[in-house]
């Protein structure tokens, strides 16, 4: 079932100062700051919104200035659904709320979507991903160093993993046709991998490489390798690890055969 989601924008004025609000609309209930229907004011000026989230539009919901009440509240929230998602649930927020004992106003007032949700617990469990640098001047030991690092991480939080994947595909499959979803940081990362291969090899063929290496590292090949063939990690990372120095073999042979024609 398709899941519709609101968004109540508005302003108002209390004891002399300009307040915004953002009120989230299930069905028929809202969790948020301020409510339309106890404040009349607002009712002409709210304007309703129907939105389908992309999974990396909001950023980490964490706020290093948050009381340390809310902080405890939030991680508490973060560790539940870490939790749900490790034992293969794809939680509602309303039963993140019931399993972190706490209200629904305010489940939804840290996390107000699936992908807020998503988003933060990814940030969270794969995070040190996005950290990765390089510590060599060599490309095919930049990916091996990259695939060594990233897949026992997205081992160890593979809940959280098949979970942005099932919400990415769910906001595929609703999306209109000028609609793009971009997850993740991939070509970053990969463009890092290649670096040392600027100026060795032609613009298209190092892109060729990088199109290459994607399809070696990321969640999808990583489940793939798991769920199709069976594998465990240490084959998962020897299959990938020699597909990168068959692809970087090759990048390299032709680029050797590139300048034999060219010379000749």
């Not at 069905?27 to 948020?32: D, L, Q």
């Not at 106890?38 to 999974?55: G, T």
């Not at 617990?121 to 030991?141: F, M, N, T, Y």
């Not at 994607?214 to 299959?239: A, C, N, P, R, T």
Request: glycine share 4%; with cysteine.
């Amino acid at each position: 079932m398709r899941r519709q989601y609101h968004f109540c924008k508005g302003s108002s004025v209390q004891n002399g100062t300009p307040v915004s609000f953002l009120a989230f609309q299930r069905g028929r209930r809202f969790a948020g700051s301020q409510s339309t229907e106890a404040h009349p004011l607002l009712r002409k000026r709210v304007q309703m919104h129907e939105v389908y989230v992309p999974i990396d539009a909001f950023p980490t919901p964490f706020d290093p200035s948050l009381t340390s009440t809310r902080a405890k509240t939030y991680r508490l929230l973060l560790a539940s659904a870490m939790t749900l998602y490790d034992e293969g649930a794809f939680p509602s927020i309303t039963e993140l709320a019931a399993h972190a004992q706490v209200s629904r106003a305010t489940a939804y007032r840290y996390f107000p979507t699936q992908s807020a949700l998503i988003s933060a617990v990814v940030a969270e469990s794969l995070g040190p991903i996005l950290e990765w640098r390089p510590q060599d001047d060599d490309a095919l030991k930049r990916i091996r160093q990259l695939l060594t690092f990233a897949y026992p991480q997205m081992e160890r939080h593979e809940g959280a993993l098949r979970a942005a994947l099932q919400l990415s595909l769910q906001q595929w499959a609703h999306a209109t046709p000028g609609e793009k979803f971009v997850r993740g940081n991939r070509k970053r990362l990969l463009a890092l991998a290649v670096e040392p291969l600027q100026g060795k090899l032609p613009p298209d063929s190092l892109q060729r490489v990088i199109h290459a290496f994607s399809l070696i590292y990321g969640s999808e090949v990583f489940l793939v390798l798991k769920d199709i063939w069976g594998l465990e990690l240490e084959s998962i990372q020897d299959v990938t690890q020699w597909m990168a120095k068959a692809i970087l073999r090759q990048a390299e042979e032709d680029a050797t055969n590139c300048k034999k024609t060219s010379a000749g």
